[in-house]
């Protein structure tokens, strides 16, 4: 949607985020996708860690019951000005979060070091 690099950490876009990611789940298992790249939004649109978090954790059990893993990246702020997640320091605090073990179970950051084919 009109450049902003995710909606999963806009307060006022859960309606959205939700339906997006059904639509992934969809996707994912028509080709047999395991991994659904998760992606925050714009700071400067009113991203909040917070808000990512919470809908993090409530998509997990539903991605989990799909067989999908759930991934976040960190997105340099040279190619993605703005974006909630500038730095592996602030991904990582997602994971990091007090109570958000079984997050972290069940969200994966996406390796860099993985072939390409294998990452959407």
């Known amino acids: 949607a009109g450049g902003e690099r995710g ?14 990611l059904r639509e992934a789940f969809v996707y994912a298992a028509a080709i047999g996708c395991p991994r659904v790249h998760v992606l925050a939004g714009l700071r400067q649109q009113g991203a909040c860690e917070q808000t990512f978090v919470e809908r993090l954790r409530a998509a997990a059990g539903e991605a989990q019951s799909a067989g999908i893993t759930l991934c976040v990246e960190a997105l ?22 007090p109570q ?18 294998g990452q959407i």
Do not use: W
Request: glycine content about 6%; overall charge positive; aromatic content about 4%.
């Open 76 to 97: 340099n702020p040279s190619d993605v000005p703005g974006y909630l997640l500038p730095s592996q320091a602030r991904r990582r605090r997602v994971h990091t979060q």
């Open 7 to 20: 909606v999963a950490a806009l307060p006022d876009r859960g309606g959205d985020h939700e339906a997006s």
């Open 100 to 117: 958000s073990e079984d997050l972290r179970r069940k969200v994966r950051r996406r390796r860099r070091t993985a072939p390409f084919s």
